[in-house]
């Protein structure tokens, strides 16, 4: 009997374990070996060349660029995407909250959820896509006839170096919002109601409730959802590579590093350089990952 | 997070009872009137910003180039269906077909071996056991930029390139993180008297996992499946570097929007990208619940 328990558990784990390392674990590792060498992906003999690709890096204007371009992003992106999505599950939640009742929604709520949650669903390409050609920079594109509208005038958006960045911050955040709101929608109708209750019957207000009680309670969410979104700033390739011009333009105004991996890796033939660009990024996911987890730490709540 | 590396996919696992707040539930009494009109205002204000794009590329497939770009609020004054034929002819067709290969190849794998991995490792407890749920689980975590470039190599290697094999075999190792992650919790959650009572009647280890443990799991295999349908559908960045002569539906739609920058083809591009989105959207209306509680919630019971 143990013999055979023994048997069926490497037989269940042995095909998935081995995909597993074959097409995820190992090039993860093959990475880490490649940064230290001059690698160029084509030529079969590659020399060491130890930190040498790290301290280019370092002087190298457009890496640097990306990086502060994905540093933007990291910022900006997470605290508006929560901040947008924690206020509209309040409404949706709280925000019809009568003087008596604690916690209600509000009337055609399933719809707003199945409307926000929509961009989720589609590919990042169509996404790019359909802004790339709504944000035409001519005064009869799309977005350009509303800020017509409204008297901001025709602007270049992607195609204004200035703006380029912030078009990409946009659609990310236009994105983003709808999974996060589903998320905290669903952490928030599991906090139970006598707590909602308890805060009316002391006065509390439905600001003071949203601020004393939902957001401590929704905590530990918030805070897994802070370091997914800054994985996502760091990651971004697809929306970049589609929607601007270049892609990476007008002006590398909105180079990225996942950009600059695959134009290094794939084009200029400096796979060793690439891999040492990778190791980066995967330092800077773990430093921000740790530094979210702890800077956000507080202390539990249960309930 | 792998081959669900997209726009904010990242699933969060969050344990919460399937209760649904708001849900048909009366509006606020008198005293919450201004707040509930305030609410409904700015909630309908950014469902329009979400769904004004999407309608407005769907209304762009039927539409001439210079419509597109010259009246974008107007109605199309024929309606070009055309665009739907000149799409199919620009290779539309062959990338459907190749998306729908792959997808249909890489999710019943990743459903098999994820399931059965997910199954051993929250169910039977072995030395390693640990180590082995928290390699899978860190795939979750980790950027598939740092492993691109060695990725491809490896796939070369294997002389996978441009196949369906390649990628579908890619997808699989790509989507088990979050598949054993999520039906690791499910198989949890499973009562195990059901599978004492078919070891008792002469069951084996492998019968019990396929007729009884898998039909119990049918909820979590529906929703952890229709997120690997959309999220391998959707798959952009693995099949553009290790798959460029065979183009999937993605990739696609990104050369036709290169090449329309001079061929000036928006209506087809347009076709094409209602192609692409129709299946998602009837996928999503249909199972949304579903959708959202996969991506959101590590457990349904």
């Known amino acids: 009997m143990r013999h055979g328990q023994y048997r069926f558990i490497v037989g269940f784990l042995v095909l998935p374990l081995a995909l597993y390392a074959v097409f995820v674990i190992s090039p993860f590792i093959q990475a880490f070996y490649y940064s230290l060498t001059n690698w160029t992906g084509v030529s079969p003999t590659f020399d060491f060349v130890g930190l040498q690709n790290f301290q280019t890096l370092l002087h190298d204007s457009l890496f640097l660029r990306a990086l502060r371009n994905n540093a933007v992003l990291l910022v900006v992106m997470p605290l508006a995407v929560i901040l947008l999505a924690l206020f509209y599950a309040f409404l949706l939640n709280v925000g019809a909250a009568g003087a008596g009742a604690g916690v209600r929604g509000v009337r055609g709520s399933g719809f707003y959820k199945l409307a926000f949650f929509l961009p989720q669903v589609l590919s990042v390409p169509v996404i790019a896509v359909i802004w790339a050609v709504i944000f035409d920079p001519t005064p009869t594109g799309l977005v350009n006839t509303v800020t017509r509208g409204i008297g901001l005038g025709t602007l270049g958006w992607l195609a204004d170096p200035n703006l380029a960045l912030y078009c990409v911050l946009w659609v990310l955040v236009w994105g983003s919002v709808g999974f996060y709101l589903v998320l905290f929608n669903a952490a928030m109708s599991s906090i139970p109601r006598d707590i909602y209750e308890a805060a009316v019957i002391d006065g509390a207000g439905r600001v003071a409730t949203f601020f004393r009680v939902t957001v401590p309670l929704l905590w530990d969410t918030i805070q897994t959802s802070w370091v997914y979104l800054a994985i996502l700033a760091l990651d971004v390739y697809a929306l970049v590579a589609v929607m601007t011009a270049g892609p990476g333009g007008p002006a590398n105004s909105t180079q990225v590093i996942s950009l600059q991996i695959a134009q290094n890796g794939f084009q200029f033939g400096r796979a060793g350089y690439a891999s040492a660009m990778g190791v980066v990024l995967f330092f800077f996911t773990l430093l921000i990952a740790a530094i979210m987890l702890r800077a956000t730490r507080r202390e539990r709540i249960e309930y | ?301």
Not at chain 2, 145 to 155: H, T
Request: glycine letters at 10%; a positive charge; one cysteine or more.
């Open chain 2, 1 to 301: 997070m792998a081959v669900t590396t997209r726009t904010g996919d990242a699933g969060t696992p969050t344990p919460t009872p399937p209760r649904q707040a708001g849900d048909g539930r009366p509006a606020g009494s008198a005293g919450g009137a201004g707040v509930n009109v305030f609410s409904h205002v700015v909630l309908i204000g950014w469902s329009v910003m979400v769904l004004v794009p999407f309608v407005w590329a769907l209304l762009a497939s039927v539409k001439t180039s210079a419509e597109i770009f010259g009246s974008p609020w107007a109605l199309p004054e024929v309606y070009q269906w055309s665009n739907f034929a000149r799409a199919w002819d620009k290779g539309v067709g062959e990338y459907l077909l190749n998306s729908v290969i792959v997808v249909t190849g890489g999710v019943l794998l990743t459903m098999l071996l994820g399931s059965m991995a997910a199954y051993v490792l929250a169910r039977y407890r072995f030395p390693g056991n640990r180590f082995i749920f928290y390699l899978f689980a860190a795939g979750m975590m980790f950027p598939v930029f740092l492993a691109i470039v060695p990725l491809f190599f490896v796939v070369q290697n294997l002389g996978m390139l441009s196949t369906y094999q390649g990628l579908i075999l890619v997808y699989v190792a790509y989507s088990l993180p979050f598949t054993v992650f999520f039906m690791h919790a499910f198989f949890k959650t499973l009562p195990t008297s059901v599978a004492e009572a078919a070891f008792m009647d002469g069951c084996s280890h492998t019968g019990v996992f396929f007729r009884v443990m898998l039909p119990m799991a049918k909820p979590g295999l529906l929703s952890i499946g229709i997120f690997n349908v959309l999220g391998q559908f959707n798959q952009f960045v693995l099949p553009s570097f290790l798959s460029p002569e065979r183009p999937v539906l993605t990739q696609g739609i990104a050369t036709l929007l290169a090449s329309q920058r001079y061929e000036g083809d928006w209506g087809a591009l347009f076709a094409a990208m209602t192609i692409a989105m129709v299946p998602v959207v009837v996928v999503y209306l249909l199972f949304y619940r579903q959708v959202q509680a996969g991506l959101t919630s590590g457990t349904l019971k």
